[in-house]
Structures are given as structure tokens and as C-alpha cells.
């Protein structure tokens, strides 16, 4: 069962009609300062979105903590996760990709499913 701890959340302006329904997906900092979907493994990550913003709505973002996020693939627990093209999560291992965090859960999880991870945003060094 996925959980999550709420630590520190910020709000954005939410900037894409992207963004609509996509709560627990992974967000970047678009240049204007607004929240978008992450669409790289090497995006600027700041968070997970854990409302369901309308355009210009405000965007809550989860940077610290444990957040739930839906997974894009499969990934084992304690994997690092990043971001697939679509704001999803997906285990990594690649030099120079921005990890989102760690993978909490006790079993594998599948595209689609709901985890826990532990927020620890930072650029891998393998």
C-alpha cells in the first residue's frame, strides 16, 4: 500500500493544460516559472504534483518527504526513480540523470501503479 508523509509542499502557478488530472506525476519548473509535466530523465525536477490544478490554478508540489507517484515501468524497491517523457516514474541508473528519489516499496511495482517514494531530488554521479 502506498503511502505518503507530507514534509514541505510549495505551490506553482500550474502552466500546461497538461497538468489537468495528473496528480502524483513528476514536475519541472517550466523558464516562466510555472509548473510543468517532466518530460526527460534529465529535466530540472522539482516534485510531485499532489493536487489536480486547472491552467493558472495553483500546483501543489511535494519536494521533500514521501510522496506517492505513478510509476511509467517496472521498478524494484530502493531503485532510483526519475521521469519517463510523460511525468511518470521509472528506475534509473544513468550518469547525469536528475533522480527524484528512492523506491520504498516491498515488492516490484508495474506501469500504472501508485508507490511510495522517498523525495531526495538530486543529479546521479555513476
Not at 502552466?15 to 516559472?33: E, F, L, P, R, S
Not at 524497491?77 to 516514474?89: C, H, I, Q
Not at 528506475?91 to 508507490?115: Q, R
Request: with cysteine; aromatic share 6%.
Amino acid at each position: 500500500m502506498a503511502q505518503s508523509i507530507r514534509d514541505f509542499e510549495r505551490s506553482f502557478v500550474c502552466g500546461a493544460t497538461t497538468m489537468i488530472a495528473k496528480q502524483y506525476y513528476i514536475v519541472k519548473q517550466h523558464t516562466d516559472g510555472t509548473a510543468i509535466l517532466a518530460a526527460a530523465a534529465t529535466d530540472k525536477i522539482i516534485g510531485v504534483l499532489q493536487n489536480k490544478p486547472a491552467v493558472g490554478a495553483a500546483a501543489l508540489v511535494r519536494f521533500l518527504g514521501t510522496t506517492k507517484v505513478i510509476a511509467g515501468g517496472a521498478i524494484n524497491p530502493g531503485d532510483w526513480v526519475t521521469s519517463d517523457g510523460n511525468g511518470k516514474a521509472i528506475a534509473t541508473t544513468t550518469d547525469k540523470n536528475v533522480a527524484l528519489g528512492t523506491y520504498l516499496g516491498t515488492a516490484a511495482a508495474a506501469s500504472g501503479d501508485i508507490i511510495e517514494v522517498r523525495l531526495g531530488i538530486h543529479t546521479l554521479s555513476i
